[in-house]
């Protein structure tokens, strides 16, 4: 079992920046990748980026170039640095883990309750 909680979701103007945390507890030795998903009202969540252990990332092509996703030397902490903010970025932000592989790509099963992020004009 993996528990997850966000944190750093905040008001910023449009432009400027912001950084998740995702603390993971429990079963962390067991995680093999971590991801970043979001969620605008009325919109279905999609994927924002991901990263494996073993350090591969992968954006949604709205992202890239603006967001970075990183996780900490004790493998216990996902980031995601957000540059450039739009008020299309907008959203509840979710962290999710990876306990195993389903054809040949990570399986996220545990999920965070997700951080406000609100990017004005």
């Known amino acids: 079992q993996v528990q997850l909680v966000e944190s750093g979701g905040d008001l910023v103007q449009g432009g400027g920046s912001l950084r998740l945390s995702c603390a993971a507890s429990?079963?962390?030795?067991?995680?093999?990748?971590m991801g970043w998903y979001r969620q605008a009202p009325g919109k279905q969540r999609e994927v924002v980026a991901t990263i494996t252990i073993g350090g591969t990332t992968n954006y949604v092509g709205s992202v890239k170039d603006r967001f970075t996703i990183s996780i900490n030397n004790a493998k216990n902490t996902a980031f995601l640095q957000m540059n450039s903010l739009k008020p299309e970025d907008t959203a509840v932000y979710y962290c999710a883990a990876s306990m195993g592989i389903k054809g040949g790509v990570p399986a996220y099963k545990y999920w965070g309750h997700g951080t406000q992020v609100t990017v004005s004009s």
């Open positions: 429990g079963s962390i030795f067991s995680i093999n990748a």
